[in-house]
């Protein structure tokens, strides 16, 4: 069988952050799950971020050329015509329209992912928006051929994320444990600032602070953390963020990439915005009650808030299947998978007793949801049975399938 090919185009640095190469370390994972290869090309990435994909089995090109000029968009026509490529992915915020077009006249298959409409025209065969205030009138500006993916059903989570779709977070009576999370680098050393205002507020709770490979700060950070008169940890380049999400009752969180992997976690967060294309994510969950918005002066008060009441956070807003929609349009699959969720309960049960599925059943008589939700939660439980469900790449459910892992029968 024909091994596919995906060629990523992006970057990551202590100036742009890490957020456009993770997020694409999303697709390529998902990608890598349906069996094919995956190749980076890059003009500026970090050693740590290098030696993550190396060990995720991508191979990475480094690219001597300006980022988003004509010679860096020849190179990667180059890279895909050697490695046979069967689509190209560019996320970056530098990459407009004449590079687009570029691609795409080389007859390349190409996926644009982008937050903020910076450029003034779409050539690409897919423009990816995964923020939740995307819409189809900001893109007006495209080839007839181009097809929108847009909203939060399509954000990137990584592969560790899709694990913990089952996942349920405990009620808890206080809180007591807070993840800091201000991005990969964070230039402007927020992480200090917010450091300093709550060793002054609240020092009875335990804080983890998670930093990315281009935070300049690590080290201040650390001797902050040892000096501090509350329990405060500082860790770099985690590779188990959910388990950090996991462990928190709340967070403070700059409002990039890491917002949807909060919400996935139910985890509930207060914002701060760290960059101004950040702006329009913070206020739109925070106008919808899934998240705070605060500023350095009144993260306090707003923090205090969330301590006496924090929310429940609904997470079908971003379920963790994202990557797999991508990747079916990507490969042109009619059909893909997905893990059933407590959240298919009702779709399930309506399926169930539809007529023409009971009389084609063992058992005629309609099933309970009772009967039915019990079965759910076991069979959800149970490491030896999986229930999928299949969808379109339009993404419509159109039915189930349960595979039960079965000892083999022995011959004697």
């Known amino acids: 069988m024909t091994v596919q090919r995906l060629l990523i185009r992006a970057d990551a640095s202590a100036e742009i952050g890490t957020g456009h190469v993770m997020r694409c370390l999303a697709l390529a994972q998902a990608w890598q799950d349906r069996g094919g290869a995956v190749t980076f090309c890059c003009a500026s990435l970090p050693p740590a971020l290098a030696s993550r994909l190396a060990s995720e089995n991508i191979i990475v090109c480094m690219l001597d050329v300006a ?24 996320d970056g915020y530098v990459f407009g329209a004449a590079y687009q077009r570029r691609l795409k006249d080389a007859g390349l298959r190409l996926l644009f992912i982008d937050d903020n409409v910076h450029a003034e025209q779409y050539y690409a065969d897919f423009v990816l928006n995964q923020n939740i205030h995307a819409d189809a009138e900001m893109y007006m500006h495209c080839e007839p051929y181009t097809r929108l ?7 990137l989570l990584r592969r560790e994320f899709r694990y913990w779709c089952g996942w349920r977070r405990p009620t808890i009576n206080s809180v007591e444990k807070l993840l800091l999370t201000l991005g990969g680098s964070d230039p402007n050393n927020l992480t200090e600032q917010i450091l300093t205002l709550l060793e002054d507020h609240y020092q009875t709770l335990s804080i983890r602070v998670i930093t990315g490979s281009g935070n300049l700060h690590y080290g201040s950070l650390k001797q902050r953390a040892q000096q501090s008169s509350h329990r405060v940890t500082v860790h770099q380049n985690v590779s188990d ?105 009702q779709m399930l049960w309506n399926w169930v007793n539809d007529p023409h599925v009971r009389q084609m059943s063992f058992e005629s008589n309609p099933i309970s949801w009772e009967t039915h939700l019990a079965w759910l939660n076991s069979s959800l439980e149970q490491s030896n049975r999986a229930v999928l469900i299949g969808y379109t790449m339009n993404n419509e459910p159109i039915g189930q399938i349960r595979l039960d892992k079965r000892d083999r029968l022995r011959r004697d």
Do not use: C, K
């Open 241 to 345: 963020m959910p388990e950090q999400m996991a462990w928190a009752d709340i967070a403070i969180s700059a409002s990039g990439t890491t917002v949807w992997e909060l919400i996935f976690m139910g985890l509930p967060t207060v914002l701060v915005i760290a960059a101004d294309n950040q702006r329009e994510i913070a206020e739109r969950l925070s106008t919808m009650n899934v998240a705070r918005l605060a500023t350095l002066s009144d993260l306090v008060a707003v923090l205090g808030e969330f301590l006496e009441s924090p929310p429940t956070i609904d997470r079908t807003l971003v379920d963790g299947y994202g990557v797999d929609r991508i990747v079916a349009h990507l490969r042109n699959d009619r059909i893909w998978l997905r893990r059933a969720l407590y959240s298919d309960a």
């Open 67 to 90: 980022a988003a000029s004509m010679a860096d968009a020849d190179a990667v026509i180059r890279l895909a015509g050697e490695i046979g490529a069967s689509a190209v992915v560019v």
């Open 149 to 155: 993916l847009l909203g939060t059903s399509y954000a």
